[in-house]
């Protein structure tokens, strides 16, 4: 609103505190930080007489319409209360019905929060108060707001001292002049007790006091960005997004003597996670006991360094959602930090998938030593595309450590870059691919007529066809074959190559092979091709329906296996997740105990049992006992003995 709606002269005979309250650049960083940790929209400091309230500076996001220079009867606001008493005034909830009468000319303005503590100067004069009002109650009589309150005002109650004092011969006094900022009580206290990051810095850039909240930030004591090449690492950004110059820092600029409001920042720490700041800074032009400067009297820096709080909610939201993503993914997502050569995995899928836990693949060398020999040399040359800033999606095959089983991975590899656009971190996606059956069909005939016939009908049924003129040369590439079913014709090939099928089988490969051929009236010649490791034998000729179906159930098979196997694999995913307390719990279910009896041989009360009960069936993502029976028995957890 406008003073002059006050009835009050609008333009009164300033006093020299008023006009020094003004110039204290300090004030409107105070008002911000009071706004945001008391969550009221309005506050002020106010010069405050018997017959009047007379704004100096104001923070107003509430809409109230009070602005520097606003002038009240005294009575209208309880600061009133506050001069005359001397001593603070707090309200959290002043009812619905109470209103600030005469504050516009149009009517009225309520309050239902209110905030006001003295400001007092060293010689026990009331110049005013420091106060904040809100539309909405407010819990405000806490020790850290009444703290923080009381520490802001006798600040200001200072500053206002300081330019009471005679004036140092300097160009330019933008603040108060202390013989010692650092050695200052009450800015020390002030900076100590802020909900927010704080410190005051020499000229050099070396904080002389910082608070708990920043020192964690600061890298050796110096100010955010000094040291751009150090950590923790800080970017600063322009209203535009583009990336600030140094000597636009809100530390430079202060130096210079300007007031720097929110700066926005982002800060990375050393394990790599970031976090988006708002720095300001405040010119404090005075002496200093800077043993580092060059004469001891160089300006100081105050700074205040606030998360941005909208940022940081969605950052939590979003790891959250990210979480809850990755603990329900069958991918492996991974992290790999490039000077560290040190690997972090963000879910447990390394177990079903590589079968081992992480602690066993710690870094990105023991992660390639699981590579298949031949493919490690272009998983190599891959990373460091990724390292140039590409990201790239690859396919090798690997050789999983607890049972030589192997794996085709289908894996997205891609950058992460620093603010200042250099590569530190590589993020992965692999997917175990083995399962993946799809509908392919690797096709052994050396008859050229009967592998074009053969072709024929299986593209017709729609399966994609890869054709070996000798069985031979199916054995040469099987291990980096996707899973799918071999058709080997032995009429042409002989006998032997039902060696082919022995070494698929022995090699684990999800390869089953269906051979079809001529008996000759050899009634064992079927039996010998199952011993050596065919899923199945057809007579030819052989109806195409028959040998279509023959096919569709080698495949259906191999799904079935896949699954079981992911099935087992995840069962002793959850059960090694489960504490030796949960174990045990389920030993004694699946031995049919009940909560009573298996806490009578745990030595446990039912009730504790039950609570255990209750996480094991999470854990193994089970509604129903038989679900966590069948989890476990593919494990291969065994029941308790005795209950």
Not at 196 to 220: K, M, T
Not at 517 to 524: I, M
Not at 530 to 544: F, H, Q, S, T
Not at 569 to 574: E, F, I, P, S, Y
Request: hydrophobic share 40%; charged share 25%.
């Amino acid at each position: 609103m406008n003073s002059s709606g006050t009835g009050l002269d609008a333009n009164p005979d300033r006093s020299t505190d008023v006009s020094a309250a003004k110039r204290i650049a300090a004030i409107p960083t105070m008002l911000e930080i009071v706004c945001r940790s008391t969550g009221l929209g309005f506050a002020a400091v106010a010069q405050v007489t018997d017959e009047t309230w007379l704004a100096c500076q104001v923070r107003d996001d509430a809409g109230f319409g009070l602005q520097a220079d606003t002038v009240l009867r005294a009575d209208a606001m309880p600061c009133w209360e506050v001069r005359r008493h001397r001593r603070p005034v707090v309200i959290d909830d002043a009812g619905p019905d109470t209103e600030m009468l005469g504050l516009s000319s149009s009517g009225s303005l309520g309050f239902r929060s209110y905030m006001s503590f003295p400001i007092t100067m060293p010689d026990g004069e009331i110049f005013g108060t420091l106060c904040a009002i809100g539309r909405e109650p407010v819990a405000l009589d806490r020790p850290e707001i009444t703290g923080l309150f009381q520490q802001f005002s006798e600040l200001i109650g200072h500053l206002l001292d300081a330019q009471r004092q005679p004036p140092v011969p300097r160009p330019r006094l933008e603040e108060a002049e202390f013989a010692s900022w650092e050695r200052n009580e009450p800015l020390r206290a002030l900076i100590e007790h802020l909900p927010v990051g704080a410190g005051l810095f020499g000229s050099d850039g070396q904080a002389l006091v910082a608070n708990a909240i920043l020192q964690p930030l600061l890298s050796q004591g110096r100010v955010p960005g000094a040291d751009p090449d150090a950590a923790p690492h800080w970017t600063g950004y322009a209203g535009d997004g583009t990336v600030l110059d140094p000597r636009d820092h809100p530390f430079a600029r202060a130096l210079r003597g300007d007031r720097v409001p929110r700066t926005r920042f982002h800060h990375r720490g050393d394990d790599g996670t970031g976090r988006w700041t708002r720095i300001s800074g405040v010119p404090l032009r005075g002496t200093t006991d800077n043993a580092r400067t060059r004469n001891g009297k160089e300006p100081a820096v105050l700074l205040f360094v606030e998360e941005e709080r909208e940022a940081e909610e969605t950052r939590r939201a979003s790891d959250e959602r990210f979480r809850r993503f990755a603990e329900h993914s069958t991918n492996v997502l991974w992290l790999a930090d490039l000077e560290s050569r040190r690997l972090t995995y963000l879910n447990h899928a390394l177990r079903r998938v590589w079968g081992v836990a992480p602690e066993r693949l710690p870094s990105l060398e023991s992660w390639l030593e699981t590579i298949h020999s031949d493919d490690r040399d272009s998983v190599e040359r891959t990373l460091e595309r990724v390292w140039d800033g590409e990201a790239v999606v690859q396919e090798y095959r690997i050789l999983r450590p607890s049972d030589g089983a192997v794996r085709r991975i289908r894996e997205t590899v891609f950058p992460i870059a620093r603010e200042d656009g250099r590569v530190r971190q590589l993020g992965g996606i692999a997917e175990d691919v083995a399962g993946h059956t799809g509908a392919r069909i690797y096709l052994v005939d050396e008859d050229a007529a009967a592998r074009r016939a053969l072709l024929g009908l299986l593209q017709r049924a729609g399966y994609e066809v890869q054709v070996f003129a000798k069985a031979a040369a199916l054995a040469e590439v099987a291990s980096a074959l996707q899973p799918g079913c071999v058709i080997l014709d032995i009429e042409t090939a002989g006998p032997e190559s039902l060696t082919v099928a022995k070494a698929l089988r022995a090699g684990r490969l999800a390869l089953p092979v269906l051979v079809i051929g001529r008996s000759q009236g050899d009634v064992g010649f079927g039996v010998r091709a199952m011993k050596a490791g065919a899923v199945d034998y057809l007579e030819k000729p052989c109806e195409p329906a028959v040998l279509l179906t023959a096919v569709s159930t080698a495949l259906a098979e191999l799904r079935t296996d896949t699954e079981r196997s992911h099935a087992h694999d995840d069962a002793k995913l959850r059960i090694a997740a489960l504490s030796p307390r949960e174990r045990e719990v389920l030993e004694g279910l699946l031995a049919g105990g009940t909560n009573k009896s298996i806490g009578r041989a745990l030595g446990l009360s039912p009730r504790t049992v039950e609570i255990h009960r209750a996480r094991v069936m999470e854990a193994l993502g089970a509604r129903t006992l038989p679900e966590a029976v069948l989890t476990a028995a593919r494990a291969g957890v065994q029941p308790t003995e005795s209950q």
